[in-house]
């Protein structure tokens, strides 16, 4: 009887150390999945990148507005305000553009912080529910069975080995309500994270709608000050005058990427470079295919155009496409953001390098949503449609430069 008592015994413990393992196994999984860390430095990165950028574009609007008070105490002409105000409006809209982001980059951490916090909560179910089936096997087998466990066996080796068994049970038992309350620490954590991004959404939201005012203030002052310039009778030749002017400005920009594309290119060494490696399609092979950066009807075309006005031939060297304010714009094909900046004339401006001196230029932009050095994508969003630097409707300016030319954009897009 003891024998057959003892071998049933026997039997109950290796099935319970058998549980015991399995049950060690699923706490190791864990264990493991707890330390995995979501993808979130790319996310931390953006939004660093972001800050920095908008901290430095506040300087640059509380410095124009200290030149346009300026201005004004001086009583200098209306153009240079005008000007000055027009750059102002454009930086608020790019400020706001980046706000706009960091709101997008937040969302994406809450979603993961939420995500991570229902499998928290998952896991921390899963622990208890361990501890109760160890609760259930120690009220079950008690410390008398342990006692009978050892009193039972055979010999001292066997008896040894028992007490190892016990004591490694014990072990985890005393590791489960660790890990439980370590998990409840967790949770708890998580949750604070959450609040504090909920906050800096909010103080996000906050601060586009203060962009917002600032922009719509200033532009009620730029129309104060059109106003008054048409009084003045302003040369509308000087008008003229001042666009080929501009375009130069933007010609020279163009130039002196292609002077540094092709210096690059005659390196026999490559020189150390922090930019992006990027493999540049074959641009030239999609003329005719390219997708339109805005859908809408070309109000201002390309080449020798006549003046209705001043009766006099103009040329241009890109297209204006009217489109409503805030309408997303798209690039027309792969490449590397090589400029943002802002022109008189074209507002704020992204010039985008496709490779073997091709480039597209978008102006008039309100946001924009990418960085300089950048890759972006065929129809990836990189703005949206405004009106900065610019006295005319509500458009955008788009233009394709390559090998030293301007091209007719409404050649090469589909």
């Given at each position: ?11 109950n413990t290796r099935r319970a150390f058998v549980k015991l393992n399995r049950l060690s196994f699923v706490l190791l999984f864990l264990l493991m999945t707890n330390n995995v860390l979501f993808a979130q430095f790319g996310i931390e990165k953006n939004l660093n990148q972001n800050r920095s950028l908008l901290k430095k574009l506040d300087r640059q609007i509380e410095e124009l507005r200290q030149k346009i008070l300026a201005t004004k ?309 990189i703005g949206k449609v405004g009106d900065s630097g610019y006295l005319g409707p509500v458009s955008l300016r788009f233009g394709i430069y390559g090998s030293k030319k301007t091209y007719n954009p409404l050649s090469w897009l589909e």
């Open positions: 009887m003891p024998l057959r008592l003892a071998t049933t015994f026997n039997k105490r001086k009583e200098a002409d209306l153009e240079l305000q005008i000007q000055l105000l027009d750059q102002e409006m454009a930086l608020i809209m790019r400020s706001k553009g980046i706000l706009e982001q960091e709101i997008d980059l937040v969302q994406k951490k809450i979603s993961q912080k939420q995500q991570e916090l229902n499998e928290a909560e998952k896991r921390l179910e899963q622990l208890k529910q361990l501890y109760t089936e160890r609760v259930f096997y120690s009220y079950k087998y008690g410390r008398v069975k342990n006692i009978e466990l050892l009193i039972s066996a055979r010999s001292i080796n066997q008896a040894l080995v028992r007490i190892k068994y016990l004591q490694q049970i014990a072990r985890h038992d005393a590791n489960l309500i660790k890990i439980i309350e370590n998990k409840r620490q967790q949770i708890a954590a998580i949750k604070r994270t959450l609040q504090s991004n909920l906050q800096q959404k909010n103080l996000a939201l906050r601060e586009i709608q203060k962009k917002t005012n600032q922009y719509l203030a200033r532009k009620a002052e730029k129309q104060n000050l059109l106003r008054k310039l048409k009084s003045t009778h302003y040369s509308y030749q000087k008008q003229l005058t001042e666009k080929d002017r501009q375009r130069k400005q933007l010609l020279d920009l163009i130039a002196a990427l292609e002077k540094e594309r092709l210096a690059k290119a005659k390196q026999t060494v490559p020189a150390k470079s922090t930019e992006i490696s990027f493999n540049f399609e074959n641009f030239r092979k999609a003329k005719g295919k390219l997708p339109w950066p805005v859908k809408g009807k070309v109000i201002t075309r390309y080449g020798k155009q006549r003046d209705p006005v001043s009766k006099t031939y103009i040329k241009n060297t890109d297209i204006e496409i009217k489109a409503r304010p805030g309408t997303p714009v798209k690039c027309i094909f792969p490449g590397v953001v090589r400029i943002i900046t802002f022109l008189p004339g074209y507002g704020n401006t992204v010039i985008v390098d496709h490779g073997k001196g091709f480039y597209s230029i978008y102006s008039h932009l309100a946001q924009i949503y990418v960085y300089k050095n950048a890759t972006v994508r065929q129809n990836q969003i």
